[in-house]
C-alpha cells in the first residue's frame, strides 16, 4: 500500500478506531479463554471493559505465540473489525524464542557484537514463523546493583558496552540498519526508557532519583546509542524519574527521547503502567491516568485499557493532541504495511516447525553458550579436567538438571535442553560419568571409584528476572555445605555455577580451586558446558557486572568516582571496615586455558590533538593449541579534572580472534572524542591534563599521554 492510501485509511477512522490502534490487550478476548500458546507477563487487568465494538479496533496483541494461535485471533479479529486492519502481535524473546540463547547478561560477557546480533536474527526468524512482529527488546538498562532481579536482562555495568551490544541486538532482530524491517525480521523495542535499572536498593518498580549528570553519561548513554540503531520503538519504563513517573513524564518522553535522543517512532508503556500513574498518585482517576501517559508521548497503552475508556472526554478537554494521535496511528499503519500484514496477515503454519530449532540455530546457540561462560578462578589448572580422569562425579542441585534456560525464556522447553552429564557424555564417550543431588545420595563405590568431581550449583533461574529482587545474593548454605564437603574428599574438582546474577561468594571462595561461573546458558547448555569443562574449547568471556564479596556491598562497579578518601587501609577512607576492598571478581575479569602474553606495548604519540588521535599497540601471543576470541580493554584514567571523574573508563574493547600458537598485533586508537565529559555545568568539555591507559588489568597502567590546550 502507499503512503496515500494509508492516509485515505486514516481518514476512514472513527476516533474510537484510533484509540483502538493506540491500544494493546492479551489473547483472551479474542478467543474467550487462555490457552498455552499465551502467556501473561504481569499482573491482569479486567479484559471485559472492552465491548465487541471496541475489542475489533484493537491494535496489537502481546504474548500469544505460535503460528496457529497467532492466525487464529488474527482471523477472528479480521472477520469482525470494520476497517479490517490487521493485528500486529508483541512478544518477550529475550534471548531466543524457541532457540534458547544465553541470558542476556551472560551474552554481553563475549563482548561480541558479533555474537548477540546472530542471536536476535536466529530469533527474529523464529518469532515471524510463529506469526509475531514486535520484540521486546533489547533492555539496554545500565545495571550495577545485583539485588535487582532483572541485571539478567541488562548487559552489565558500563555504558558503552551496554549501549553497543543492544544496538547489535536491534540490528539482528530487524535485519536492517536504516529503522526498516529486513526478511523474517521484526520490530525491535528498546527498553525500558529510562534508567530502570537505578531503581533504590535494588527493588524492582522502584523510585530512581539521579543527577543529570549521571542520566547523560552513564545511565542514559546506552538509550543513545541504542537508538542509533533505528529501533522502531522505545518501551517507557515503570519507575519514576527524579520525581515524575516515566510514562507521565513529557521531560522524558519528549524532550529528551524524542528532542535529545531524535527518536521519531513509537512509544510503548509497560504493562499496566498508564493504570499504575494512579498508583504512583499522581493521577486521581483512570482518565487523568489516560491523559497525562498521552500529553507526555506515550503512543500505545499496553494492557490497561484507559486510553479506549476516556478518549471521547481527553480529545474534548486537549484537542491538541488530535495531531499526535494520527502521527502515532499512521506510524502504526505503516509498519503493518511495512510488514506486508494488509497483503497477507497470516504466517505459514506449515512452515514453522521447519524453521525452528534449527540445526543452524542450535549451532548458534551453543557458540553463543560457550563463549558466554567466564572462567573466575583456575588454582593450579584444575580446569579442564585432564584425560587421565575418566570417572567423573556431577554432584549438586544442578547435576542432572535441564531448567538451565534461564528466566524469561520464552517459548523454550527444557525438554530440549541436555543436562551436564548429557552433554560431558556427548563431547567424549570415554568418559563414566555419575549424578547425584548430594554426596550423601552417591553409593559409597561410586564415590570411591570417580578421580574428578563437578560440584554443579548456584541460584534457581526463577529466582532471578522481572519482580524478583533479592537481599541475599549469595549461595545458599546447603550447597556451601556441598562445597566443603566435596573438597574434604582430596579429590581434584572444579564448581560450575548457575545464576541470573552476580552472586556474593566471599565466604566459600576460598574452598574453590575452579569456578566456571555459566549463568543460564539456554537450549544448548549441557554440551557447550562440556565442551569447556573437557577442554575441547577455551572459556573466553570476561565479566561485565563487578561481583561483590557480600550481598551488602551492593552496588558495585568498576567506574566509580574519585572521591576525597581513596579506599586503603586506613578506615577514615572510602571502604567497609569489615569486608576487602574492591569486588570480589571486577569487570572485565576472566580467565582462559591459553596462557597467553602481552608485549611490545607502543604508542604512536604521547599528545593527542583534535586533529590526531593515539594509537595504542601490542602483540598478543597465543602459546596454546586453542583458537580463540581474545577480550582486549582498553580503560583511560583522567589524573586531574574540574568534576571528579571515575577511576577508570573503559573507551575501547575488541573481540580479537587469536589462532592457536600464534601472535597478533593489536591497534586501538582514541581520539579526542573520547575524553569528552559532562562537566559540572552539564557542558560537554574536554580539558587539558595528564591521562594514563590501561590494558585490561585495571590496576596497572601501560600508557601515558597529555593533552595540551590549543592555545
Ligand atoms: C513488563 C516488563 O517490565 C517488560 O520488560 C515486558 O516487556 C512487559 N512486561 C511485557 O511483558
Known sequence: MDK????????????????????????????????????????????????????YTVGSVIGVSSAKMTNRIQSEYLKRSRLKIPLL??????????????????????????????????TATELRASGIHVNFSPMVDLVRDARWG?????????????????????????????????????????????????????????TVDMSMREF??????????????????????????????????????????????????????????????????????GKEAAELALTAGVDIEMV???????????????????????????????????????????????AESAVILSPESLEAA????????????????????????????????????????????????????????????????????????????????????????IAAVGERWDLSGEGHSSVHIGLEDSQQQLIRQVKRLNKPYACVFFSGRPLALQDIIDDIPALLWCWYPGTQAG????????????????????????????????????TGRPANASSYSSRYQDCEIGPLFAFGHGLTYTGTEYANFRQSSDRITAEQGITFSFDIHNPSGYDYPEIVILYIEDLVSKAARPTREMKKYRVVPVPARQTVHVELTISLDDLQYLDANLQRTVEPGEFRVYINDLAKPVFAFVYEDAV
Open 89 to 122: 502481535f508483541m512478544h518477550d524473546a529475550i534471548h531466543g524464542y524457541k532457540t534458547i540463547f544465553p541470558i542476556p547478561l551472560a551474552l554481553s560477557c563475549t563482548w561480541d557484537e558479533r555474537i548477540l546480533e546472530k542471536a536476535a536474527e536466529v
Open 304 to 350: 490497561s485499557t484507559l486510553y479506549l475508556a476516556h478518549f471521547e472526554a481527553i480529545v474534548a478537554e486537549h484537542p491538541e493532541l488530535l495531531d499526535d494521535v494520527d502521527a502515532a496511528v499512521l506510524k502504526i499503519l505503516q509498519l503493518k504495511n511495512e510488514l506486508g500484514l494488509f497483503e497477507n496477515p497470516y504466517v505459514d503454519e506449515e
Open 366 to 453: 551453543r557458540e553463543a553458550a560457550r563463549r558466554s561462560c567466564v572462567l573466575l578462578k583456575n588454582d593450579h589448572q584444575t580446569l579442564p579436567i585432564g584425560k587421565q580422569h575418566r570417572s567423573i562425579l556431577i554432584v549438586g542441585p544442578f547435576s542432572n538438571t535441564r531448567e538451565l534456560l534461564g528466566n524469561w525464556a520464552c517459548k523454550g522447553s527444557f525438554d530440549d535442553v541436555p543436562t551436564l552429564a548429557e552433554g560431558l557424555k556427548q563431547v567424549d564417550d570415554s568418559l563414566q560419568v555419575n549424578v547425584y543431588d548430594t554426596l550423601d545420595d552417591c553409593p559409597g563405590d561410586v564415590l570411591e571409584q570417580c578421580d574428578y568431581i
Open 4 to 55: 496515500n492510501k494509508l492516509l485515505e485509511l486514516l481518514r476512514k477512522m472513527t476516533l474510537r478506531e484510533k484509540f483502538g490502534q493506540l491500544t494493546q490487550i492479551t489473547g483472551e478476548p479474542f478467543i474467550g479463554r487462555a490457552d498455552d500458546d499465551m502467556v501473561e507477563t504481569g499482573p491482569g487487568y479486567p479484559p471485559d471493559m472492552l465491548e465487541p465494538d471496541t475489542l
Open 150 to 206: 532483572r541485571v539478567m536482562e541488562a548487559f552489565g555495568e558500563d555504558h558503552l558496552l551496554s549501549g553497543h551490544l543492544g544496538r547489535a541486538m536491534i540490528r539482528g532482530y530487524q535485519k536492517r540498519s536504516d529503522g526498516k524491517i529486513g526478511p523474517a525480521g521484526v520490530a525491535a523495542c528498546v527498553k525500558h526508557f529510562a534508567a530502570y535499572g537505578a531503581a533504590v536498593a535494588g527493588k524492582d518498580y522502584n
Open 527 to 562: 554440551v557447550a558446558i562440556a565442551e569447556l569443562l573437557t577442554g575441547q574449547e577455551t572459556p573466553s568471556g570476561k565479566l561485565t557486572m563487578s561481583f561483590p564479596r557480600y550481598s551488602a556491598q551492593t552496588p558495585i562497579y568498576y567506574n566509580e568516582y574519585s
Open 216 to 285: 547523560y553519561d552513564y545511565y542514559g548513554k546506552p538509550y543513545e546509542i541504542a537508538l542509533q540503531e533505528k529501533p522502531k520503538f522505545v518501551m517507557s519504563s515503570f519507575n519514576t524519574f527524579n520525581g515524575v513517573p516515566v510514562t507521565a513524564s513529557e521531560a522524558m518522553l519528549r524532550q529528551i527521547l524524542r528532542g535529545t535522543y531524535r527518536f521519531d517512532d513509537l512509544v510503548i508503556s509497560d504493562w499496566g503502567a498508564v493504570s499504575e500513574l494512579q498508583n504512583h498518585r499522581v493521577a486521581r482517576d
